[in-house]
């Protein structure tokens, strides 16, 4: 296993696309985090996952971000109808309860 | 109201001597607290982390300091390398809801 990967690395879209991106977890992870991170600001938390059960959504989650975790393993995150105020990096991590939180490469979205 | 603060946005220092970074915190709840080091265009990556009944844990060139009366902990590079150069960001963890809440960054400049 070689850490967290994250699918595309990079997403250009024309605002009012829908894009998904995906995360796969390392395999004995339990937990899987989305955050977003914008220039100059550390990453925020976005939503989380104890196995397949989204546990906890932040209030940046609008009712356009939807997060899935079908079998407890990969992930992924849809964005509707985008807008440029989504352009930003989104980053993935995984943890085992007690441990230390592994993040991906992270996606990074420009919305045109 | 930012839980985690990181107030000096960079720092610059020689190669050799000292690198100091600090993070202020305001939720009594956090109890576990990780520094992660970034490269653009790359996701965090765990440096170093200590939990709150610790007041230091040293790794290597790195140790991590936590002052949980004054809720701050900060971060010693001894001696600092040009390859330490990279944004630092500290993060805070209430373990019972598991997600961190992260500073904005300090980006690190060590000079040759």
């Known amino acids: 296993d070689t850490g967290v990967s994250q699918n595309p690395r990079h997403k250009i879209t024309k605002r009012g696309q829908n894009v998904t991106f995906r995360c796969d977890p390392i395999s004995e992870h339990n937990r899987l985090y989305w955050y977003r991170q914008t220039l100059g600001q550390g990453p925020e938390f976005l939503t989380y996952?104890?196995?397949?059960?989204?546990?906890?959504k932040s209030r940046l989650l609008s009712d356009r971000f939807s997060a899935e975790r079908p079998k407890g393993s990969f992930s992924t995150l849809e964005i509707q109808r985008t807008e440029q105020g989504d352009s930003a990096m989104y980053l993935c991590a995984s943890r085992s309860p007690g441990e230390t939180q592994y993040f991906g490469p992270g996606t990074r979205l420009l919305v045109l | 109201d930012q839980q985690v603060k990181q107030n000096s946005p960079s720092l610059s220092v020689q190669e050799g001597r000292i690198s100091i970074l600090n993070c202020d915190y305001t939720?009594?709840?956090?109890?576990?607290f990780l520094w992660y080091k970034k490269y653009p265009a790359e996701g965090p990556t765990f440096l170093i982390s200590?939990?709150?009944?610790?007041d230091k844990n040293e790794d290597g060139r790195f140790t991590v300091f936590l002052n949980k009366s004054a809720k701050h902990l900060s971060l010693h590079i001894v001696p600092s390398q040009p390859g330490d150069s990279a944004v630092y960001f500290c993060?805070?963890?209430?373990?019972?809801?598991?997600?961190?809440?992260f500073g904005d960054g300090t980006t690190l400049t060590v000079k040759p």
């Open positions: 200590i939990s709150s009944i610790k």
């Open positions: 939720n009594s709840m956090f109890d576990y």
């Open positions: 993060a805070a963890t209430d373990t019972n809801a598991g997600k961190s809440t």
């Open positions: 996952f104890q196995n397949e059960a989204q546990l906890e």
